[in-house]
């Protein structure tokens, strides 16, 4: 069982940073695959980006890619967003997700994917 928990975001103006944060309990989180998704309003939940059980391997939305990047510590048992030249399509709630890994190198790029999530945090970025 991980349990997740988000935080770090906020009002930001277009062109703007903020780094997300998702802790996670459990002693196994290092066996565990990460990702981050977000959901606008009306929309579905979508991937932004994932990292494999290593730390390694990354994976990235088209739309992200350049300008977000994600990492993880896993001392700290911590998968980390930053978010960097951000615009106001970004706007969204970003969940963190989890699930095991069954292997150190994978990633996942679907919600289907994941067996456990945060409550979300609100990312606002403003014209």
């Known amino acids: 069982q991980v349990q997740l928990v988000e935080s770090g975001g906020g009002l930001v103006q277009a062109g703007g940073s903020l780094r997300l944060s998702c802790a996670a309990s459990?002693?196994?989180?290092?066996?565990?695959?990460m990702g981050w998704f977000r959901q606008a309003p009306g929309k579905e939940r979508d991937i932004v980006a994932a990292?494999?059980?290593?730390?390694?391997?990354?994976y990235y939305a088209d739309s992200v890619k350049g300008r977000f990047t994600v990492s993880r510590d896993n001392t700290k048992n911590t998968v980390y967003l930053q978010m960097n030249s951000l615009k106001p399509e970004d706007t969204a709630v970003y969940y963190c997700?989890?699930?095991?890994?069954?292997?150190?190198?994978?990633?996942?790029?679907?919600?289907?994917?994941?067996?456990?999530w945060g409550q979300g945090t609100q990312v606002t970025v403003s014209s």
């Open positions: 997700a989890a699930r095991a890994a069954v292997s150190y190198s994978r990633t996942y790029a679907t919600s289907y994917d994941y067996a456990y």
């Open positions: 459990g002693r196994t989180f290092g066996s565990y695959a």
């Open positions: 990292i494999s059980w290593s730390g390694g391997n990354t």
